[in-house]
């Protein structure tokens, strides 16, 4: 059953608010189409994070087990969060992350691969979350410097696999990072769109290739 008719089903959505998709624009799938409904205060939060608890098996942020504490002053945490309204934070000791009914989560791959494969996740609430931000003074961070430390995060953890090559493939929804190990290109995460343009003409520059050629193959080096 689609989260859309699960919502409906125990009354936490009236289906008559659910607007019809406009010809030949492009669905959206039904965790967008929450988010929108959610934005407008048509879903009631607290029910809809049980809801998305239950059926993702993610612990509600009240069911950590460790003390839940704002992450050592890190510049790039207030950009990502404000891209994708994914906030990283530590529960005890352990690296964790907090995702709320305006996610973007498509995003998750992003700070799983920022973070580490041990990443422990949890749903908040918009309130929780924003305690979390104001406990701490985050500088404000360019968009240049967030794309210096996502490529920086890319060449570190291909050199600790021996990746020979990295592939970076722009789809519709997402930025595909597949690194070639052993002969073989393997799936290595799904970044944010949000700086995929950016990210990509810097890899550009750093391999003295021109930026304002997208649809022809160009030989670059950096080294």
């Given amino acids: 059953m689609g989260l859309i008719d699960k919502l409906c089903e125990e009354n936490l959505l009236n289906p008559q608010l659910l607007s019809p998709e406009n010809e030949g624009s492009r669905p959206m799938s039904g965790m967008e189409q929450v988010q929108r409904l959610s934005k407008m205060n048509l879903i009631d939060e607290l029910s809809l994070l049980n809801l998305l608890s239950n059926r993702y098996r993610i612990p509600m942020l009240s069911e950590a087990s460790g003390v839940v504490k704002a992450r050592p002053t890190e510049k790039r945490i207030k950009t990502i969060f404000e891209s994708i309204q994914i906030l990283p934070i530590l529960v005890g000791d352990h690296n964790a992350a907090l995702l709320g009914a305006h996610s973007n989560w498509l995003g998750m791959a ?114």
């Fill in 110 to 223: 992003q700070i799983q691969f920022q973070y580490g494969g041990d990443l422990e996740w949890y749903l908040a609430s918009q309130d929780q979350i924003n305690s979390l931000l104001e406990k701490r003074e985050l500088p404000q961070e360019s968009s240049d410097e967030t794309v210096s430390s996502l490529i920086q995060g890319l060449f570190e953890k291909a050199i600790s696999l021996n990746a020979s090559d990295i592939h970076l493939e722009l789809k519709q929804d997402f930025l595909r990072v597949r690194f070639r190990i052993d002969g073989a290109l393997k799936d290595m995460a799904k970044l944010s769109t949000v700086l995929s343009t950016q990210l990509l003409s810097r890899l550009k520059m750093l391999g003295a290739m021109d930026i304002a050629v997208q649809r022809q193959p160009q030989d670059g080096h950096y080294s």
